[in-house]
T-cell receptor, first 110, second 114 residues
Framework: GNSVTQMEGPVTLSEEAFLTINCTYT??????LFWYVQYPGEGLQLLLK?????DKGSNKGFEATYRKETTSFHLEKGSVQVSDSAVYFC?????????FGTGTSLTVIP | DSGVTQTPKHLITATGQRVTLRCSPR?????VYWYQQSLDQGLQFLIQ???????AKGNILERFSAQQFPDLHSELNLSSLELGDSALYFC?????????????FGEGSWLTVV
């Protein structure tokens, strides 16, 4: 079956630190992979996506590479800001179904 | 703005009551999804509709039902409400079949059952 596993939170970082949030997946076929971000009190927003192996999605300084050999889609950012504090969800899409991870809460302190 | 519209944004109701949440998908999107987000259970998939027909069912309680109308808007009906139904309910939409199919979420409807 299809599933997504992402690292447990919460994660607390100082401003300008490097961020990695791990995400691995199990899927049949060739899924698309996504990262969504949920800011406090808001809905989920698409952050970035990749539709095939070795694709790199990037947005707002965040990036993730679709690694088929390791079935991973880790989210990275070189220098986080306080405004990046949010919950991050990894997701996959296969045959018009979407599967979400449990979310990782990130807090960035000044 | 994702283009997915949900109403109402906030709702407070008593146990045992029934409420209806409404969703208008993005223009052109044929699929509508409903999710429940609570503090202790994360994001739970409830049900998906595609062009008026039920497509997939997740962890939806029997007290809950949904439908998608010919104009593609959808409603989620929650009945015999319990305190544990208090949560944020999201609607999302997508264009199924696209090679880069992406799901877009509304802002959610906050339901508080007292």
């Amino acid at each position: 079956g299809n599933s997504v596993t992402q690292m447990e939170g919460p994660v607390t970082l100082s401003e300008e630190a490097f961020l990695t949030i791990n995400c691995t997946y199990t899927a049949t076929g060739y899924p698309s992979l996504f990262w969504y971000v949920q800011y406090p009190g808001e809905g989920l927003q698409l952050l970035l996506k990749a539709t095939k192996a070795d694709d790199k999605g990037s947005n707002k300084g965040f990036e993730a590479t679709y690694r088929k050999e390791t079935t991973s889609f880790h989210l990275e950012k070189g220098s986080v800001q306080v405004s990046d504090s949010a919950v991050y969800f990894c997701a996959l899409s296969s045959s018009d179904q979407f599967y979400f991870g449990t979310g990782t809460s990130l807090t960035v302190i000044p | 703005d994702s283009g997915v519209t949900q109403t109402p944004k906030h709702l407070i109701t008593a146990t045992g009551q029934r409420v209806t949440l409404r969703c208008s998908p993005r223009s052109g999107d044929l699929s509508v999804y409903w999710y429940q987000q609570s503090l202790d259970q994360g994001l739970q998939f409830l049900i998906q509709y595609y062009n008026g027909e039920e497509r997939a069912k997740g962890n939806i309680l029997e007290r809950f039902s949904a439908q998608q109308f010919p104009d593609l808007h959808s409603e989620l009906n929650l009945s015999s409400l319990e305190l544990g139904d208090s949560a944020l309910y999201f609607c999302a939409s997508s264009v199924p079949g696209a090679s880069d199919n992406t799901i877009y979420f509304g802002e959610g409807s906050w339901l508080t059952v007292v």
